[in-house]
């Protein structure tokens, strides 16, 4: 079966159109050598044992067992080249190495119980203008800086299951700031806020951190558009049966592929269309009113909304 996803992320990265040939293959011109003749071909039926190869047949030698080499020849968008690197990895059982690495809250990090001076007060008053109670505050134990690398940011940081940190996000309280979000180099194949999560419970999916509070109740933010595989191999294992996917209409077609592995795994699926809106603008209520009105997805309604795009 063609990943049409993949597809168009190496379309994208190849700046071609590629042309269908045989056995799920693309055929593409080729980056390193002008063979007049599409001769470079992809593999893009992930069914195929050869899901994600390359191989120009007039070079020869120029072959990858995946695409992310052919996608560094040509100097992808860093983007495309993560999307594609997650549609392969996410591509039957997952197994992986992984790296034992730690992370602690910025050194000037300070909480936002207590004292209230000027930029305290500014702090939460951005929080509040965002939904976030001061409930939330105490629960997730949200701070900010006022010095440093993460001056004038809200720090929201998230714990795992044994309540160890295993990330933070931020966001500028600026009225205009130079950059929104400025987020550690750390990796984010974590569970974000595993610790608040019941894996007997539906799942909720969203976007970001703010949409996660405003949801309230076992909400993942996956920090971007990718679930990432940490966090797909828990879901996947977990006894959840139903998971709600919330992410922005932007993002439909990677809704619509995650929505599509959930179900070969078993999983009631839930697509919760937002509109133009997200959780966070939404508001606790008026998301709540929407998700229970929402019908799970079938293999028919899938096929239905991904001929729609």
Not at 142 to 169: A, K, R, T
Not at 175 to 181: A, H, L, M, N, S
Not at 234 to 241: D, N
Request: glycine share 6%; with cysteine.
């Amino acid at each position: 079966m063609v990943n049409e996803l993949f597809v168009n992320t190496v379309n994208k990265s190849l700046n071609q159109v590629g042309k269908p040939t045989s056995r799920g293959n693309y055929a593409y011109n080729c980056p390193k050598k002008d063979h007049r003749s599409a001769r470079l071909e992809v593999n893009c039926d992930e069914s195929s044992p050869h899901f994600g190869k390359f191989h120009c047949w007039g070079c020869g030698d120029f072959k990858g067992k995946t695409v992310i080499p052919l996608l560094k020849f040509v100097k992808a968008n860093h983007d495309l080249i993560q999307e594609a690197s997650s549609i392969l990895e996410y591509r039957g059982p997952i197994s992986y190495e992984k790296k034992e690495e730690s992370i602690s809250l910025p050194k000037e990090f300070k909480s936002l119980l207590g004292k209230r001076d000027v930029i305290t007060r500014q702090a939460l008053s951005y929080l509040k203008s965002r939904g976030v109670t001061q409930d939330d505050i105490e629960k997730y134990n949200i701070g900010y800086c006022d010095n440093g690398l993460y001056n004038n940011y809200i720090i929201i940081p998230s714990y795992d299951e044994n309540g160890v940190l295993n990330y933070f996000m931020t966001r500028s309280f600026e009225k205009e700031p130079f950059k929104k979000t400025r987020n550690p180099t750390f990796s984010r194949n974590i569970i974000p806020f595993e610790l608040f999560i019941n894996w007997d419970l539906p799942l909720v999916l969203c976007e970001g951190p703010f949409d996660a509070l405003a949801i309230k109740r076992n909400a993942i933010p996956l920090l971007g558009k990718d679930i990432q595989l940490d966090l797909m191999k828990k879901i996947i294992t977990s006894k959840v049966k139903k998971i709600y996917i919330t992410l922005d209409t932007d993002a439909i077609k990677r809704a619509l592929y995650f929505s599509n592995k959930f179900m070969d795994e078993g999983k009631e699926v839930y697509l919760v269309e937002l509109g133009e809106k997200d959780p966070s603008e939404l508001g606790f209520k008026k998301f709540t009113k929407i998700i229970q009105n929402t019908v799970p997805l079938t293999k028919y309604t899938l096929m239905k909304k991904k001929l729609y795009l």
